[in-house]
């Protein structure tokens, strides 16, 4: 999903979720991390709004699911490097229903 910034970005930087969704994208692709006690968390602010979002919860099924090995490869262990009390960092796609 690619946007314009001025589109999907109110005056306040802050994702315009209604937006977004009205464009009906069939996939979206939110990331996550978990903390040492198994409690899930959003990466990013944005991705908490679209998660919350009534119309994202009516619409979109998660479907798949893929974990980011910090070992794999030094992109990977980037993302450790900024989250680091993450246990786990992956990303989940929901499809629209």
Not at 37 to 43: F, L, V, Y
């Amino acid at each position: 999903m690619v946007s314009s910034y001025k589109i999907i970005y109110n005056g306040n930087h802050h994702l315009n979720v209604d937006h977004l969704l009205a464009e009906k994208p069939r996939y979206i692709i939110l990331s996550f991390w978990k903390d040492n006690e198994g409690s899930e968390h959003c990466r990013i602010d944005p991705e908490s709004a679209i998660l919350v979002q009534p119309v994202f919860q009516r619409n979109y099924q998660a479907i798949k699911e893929f974990a980011m090995n910090k070992n794999d490869s030094f992109l990977n262990a980037i993302y450790y490097k900024y989250w680091p009390d993450a246990s786990e960092i992956y990303f989940r796609i929901y499809e629209r229903t």
